[in-house]
Nanobody, 118 residues
Framework: QVQLVESGGGLVQPGGSLRLSCTVSESIGGIYLLGWYRQTPGNQRDMVAE???????FYADSVRGRFIISRDDTEDTVYLSMNTLTVDDTAIYYC????????????WGQGTQVTVSS
């Protein structure tokens, strides 16, 4: 069972930056897809950014150019660097792992709250 633990959330002012971390319980070199999703009350969980083990990255239109996802195989951690934050970025951010491109299993972290407010 892959376990994911997020950290780095908190309160930040509009225009500020924050970096989220997701530490994985096993070597991430063999995990196909690692990503970040976010959810606000009453809404579905939406993809923010994803990174494959092949080096591909994908971003939601709303964060492209402001957020960067990166995988660190030496630390078994995936990061989300968030810049130029706005109040619309306020949400609970979840880390997600999909072990294989075809089939495999999906795992979620417990989430970390990001609040953008003045």
């Amino acid at each position: 069972q892959v376990q994911l633990v997020e950290s780095g959330g908190g309160l930040v002012q509009p225009g500020g930056s924050l970096r989220l971390s997701c530490t994985v319980s096993e070597s991430i070199g063999g995990i196909y897809l690692l990503g970040w999703y976010r959810q606000t009350p009453g809404n579905q969980r939406d993809m923010v950014a994803e990174a494959t083990s092949y080096g591909e990255t994908f971003y939601a239109d709303s964060v492209r150019g402001r957020f960067i996802i990166s995988r660190d195989d030496t630390e078994d951690t995936v990061y989300l660097s968030m810049n130029t934050l706005t109040v619309d970025d306020t949400a609970i951010y979840y880390c997600r792992a999909k072990t294989s491109r075809l089939g495999g299993s999906v795992h979620w972290g417990q989430g970390t709250q990001v609040t953008v407010s003045s």
